[in-house]
């Protein structure tokens, strides 16, 4: 984007799909910047349009607004890292029960695992197990 050009309220809200009420609220609230100037000759950037594609990005993933505030405040963290549990929060979890009474219980988001390194660690827990059974009944 031209980073000379200058954008009012209206074609900010167009240019991100948002009702002006909400692009009002996200810079209330501080996930936007306020605008350039003051009063009627306020004015927003193309900095203020990647900050509402990012803000919508983020909803469209399924993060509250209280998550993605989280998330911009620590824009250079790396990956995205977990968010806190609260009372009502849903996880999914995997489970693999490795032998009778010998069960692991992972949540690949808060670990940090993708698919496939979940089931690359289911595997290496069930041979580490059968390793152990293995050397037990031989001695």
Do not use: C
């Not at 605008?35 to 983020?58: D, F, M, N």
């Not at 968010?83 to 808060?110: C, F, I, K, M, Y």
């Amino acid at each position: 984007m031209n980073e000379s050009r200058t954008y009012t309220l209206d074609e900010i809200a167009a240019l991100a799909e948002l009702p002006r009420r909400t692009v009002r609220y996200y810079i209330q609230t501080g996930l936007v910047d306020r605008p350039q100037g003051i009063g009627k000759g306020a004015y927003y950037t193309p900095r203020h349009v990647e900050q509402l594609l990012l803000v919508r990005k983020w909803q469209l993933a399924g993060l509250s607004l209280e998550r993605i505030g989280e998330v911009l405040r620590q824009p250079d963290s790396g990956p995205l890292p977990p968010a806190p549990r609260r009372a009502g929060t849903v996880e999914v979890w995997s489970h693999l029960v490795v032998a009778d009474g010998v069960e692991v219980n992972l949540e690949p988001g808060r670990a940090g695992l993708s698919p496939e390194q979940v089931r690359e660690f289911f595997r290496a827990v069930t041979r580490a197990y059968d390793d152990l059974h293995e050397s037990e009944e031989k001695q």
